[in-house]
């Protein structure tokens, strides 16, 4: 019986895409042959993309950017956010379904049911439906970059980093490839396995994009280049960095940097503005904004650290992101400071549903950096110190042959490039996976967290696996320490 409520657990409220904005529908209330009848028609595959990527949107603005960034180093939390201090005091359990522990399992593993329906299902209509090959092969494709991602972004917060073991043979988590039958074992499996699984999904993506004429809306859904971008994270974060350095660096060529002066508007006005370095965001029309309440500037949740603050200096334009000028009237206005506003659209003229945030789920500014990385961790400081002179020229606005770099050999130039990194993608979810793949301790400095310091290797660099899972699931190995 308890297998049972294991397969109600994992397919809980998957779906199928109704009409192109809505979210999806209870899988288990539709049945199996609702989903094959739907799934009997060509015109039913980009609404099941736009479905798909209704709940990936639901998914980044929730918890798992937010979590990224609570427990690492560059955000306060309010001490009157309960349910956030438990995870920046790290005193989450495995009972904790209402919060990342629980909520980021569950949604990932949502969206993973309906990209193998996508995957399953669409190529089954190519026989009867020639003309729409290319659609199809299009569609199958968005389900494979995002089942990937999913299974990614899984490893990264319910598994240890990938070089935790020197042969990444520790637990990572389920590889769910179909819908799972009544009788199939569900386990974890290591995470070598995890990332080999993820990179063959995303190069049977990239070459089902690049051999299609299709495409659907660009950068608001996965393509070739955000297979290469999310390839070139993986390889970062495998220790692997001459992939690494051989996906990022045709990025790079192919997406400049936003202009220094288009630079807030990037962020603040992502309705009008179409950044040139956005390689792949989510659209926030008409949704739900939990990223802009949990940073709102009256009263937020989290906002920068003193840490963070500390990297600057006077002239760096990303300051303005931490800053916000309200205007009551003519004459009136209210400065707010020691904030993060890159959730927040400064676009009153607009319609309230017009006026979204986009969350950035890949740029080239994040391929930059690993490039900078990657190449100074091989010895090619040249390389690395090019890289890092674009970035910090356009944080001042200057060309990058007017920017100098004070270090002292390799471990020093890598410390520019992890600072400029979290200045850079601080708020984009990337911090607390950063200190983990790179095995370092996690130094808060001034904050207002019970926990000042949390030396590598330690459990909770990982969440538990939710009790509900393990209690409907015996074969679900529970993480170390909880």
């Known amino acids: 019986m308890k297998r049972n409520v294991f397969y109600r657990i994992i397919l809980a409220a998957a779906a199928l895409p109704c009409i192109a904005s809505c979210d999806f529908l209870n899988i288990e209330k539709l049945g199996k042959s609702d989903i094959e009848t739907y799934f009997s028609e060509v015109n039913a595959l980009v609404p099941a993309v736009y479905g798909s990527y209704s709940l990936l949107y639901s998914f980044y603005d929730s918890y798992f950017i937010s979590y990224a960034e609570v427990a690492g180093d560059l955000v306060n939390v309010s001490g009157s956010s309960s349910s956030w201090t438990k995870n920046f005091d790290f005193e989450t359990t495995a009972e904790d379904e209402a919060s990342p522990v629980g909520y980021i399992w569950k949604q990932a593993f949502n969206i993973i049911s309906n990209a193998n329906q996508i995957i399953y299902h669409a190529p089954l209509l190519k026989k009867d439906n020639p003309s729409y090959e290319n659609l199809i092969d299009h569609v199958t494709a968005q389900g494979y970059f995002i089942r990937a991602l999913m299974e990614f972004d899984l490893c990264l917060v319910y598994g240890q980093n990938y070089t935790f073991t020197a042969d990444a043979s520790h637990p990572g988590v389920p590889l769910i490839l179909r819908i799972p039958a009544m009788d199939d074992v569900v386990k974890r499996v290591s995470v070598e396995k995890v990332y080999a699984q993820v990179i063959d999904d995303l190069i049977t993506a990239k070459k089902l994009f690049e051999g299609s004429t299709y495409s659907i809306a660009a950068n608001y859904f996965a393509s070739a280049d955000a297979c290469d971008a999310l390839l070139a994270r993986i390889y970062l974060y495998m220790g692997d960095y001459d992939n690494a350095i051989n996906y990022s660096g045709p990025l790079i060529e192919k997406y400049p940097l936003t202009p220094a002066e ?36 009256e009263s937020p949740t989290a906002f920068p650290s003193a840490k963070l603050s500390a990297l600057y200096d006077a002239g760096d334009i990303r300051l303005g992101l931490h800053s916000f000028t309200k205007y009551a009237g003519t004459d009136s206005a209210r400065v707010y400071t020691g904030v993060n506003m890159k959730y927040y659209c400064d676009e009153p003229e607009l319609a309230s549903k017009d006026r979204h945030y986009d969350p950035f789920l890949f740029r080239a500014s994040e391929m930059v950096l690993i490039h900078a990385e990657a190449s100074c961790a091989k010895g090619d400081t040249d390389s690395a110190e090019a890289d890092l002179r674009k970035l910090v020229a356009r944080a001042h606005g200057k060309e990058a042959s007017e920017v100098t770099l004070s270090y002292s050999g390799k471990d020093g130039l890598d ?3 992890m600072q400029e990194r979290m200045k850079e993608l601080s708020f984009e979810g990337h911090r607390f996976f950063d200190i983990a793949r790179r095995h370092e301790n996690l130094e808060r400095g001034v904050t207002n967290s019970k926990v000042k310091t949390l030396r590598y290797p330690d459990n909770r660099f990982v969440l538990a696996i939710p009790r509900v899972e393990r209690d409907a699931n015996p074969y679900m190995e529970q993480n170390e320490g909880y």
Request: charged residues 20%.
């Open 262 to 297: 288009d630079y807030l508007r990037m962020f603040e006005k992502s309705t009008t503005y179409a950044s040139p370095e956005c390689i792949l965001r989510l659209n926030g029309y008409s949704r739900g904004s939990q990223l802009g309440s949990f940073y709102n500037y």
């Open 415 to 417: 410390k520019l490039i």
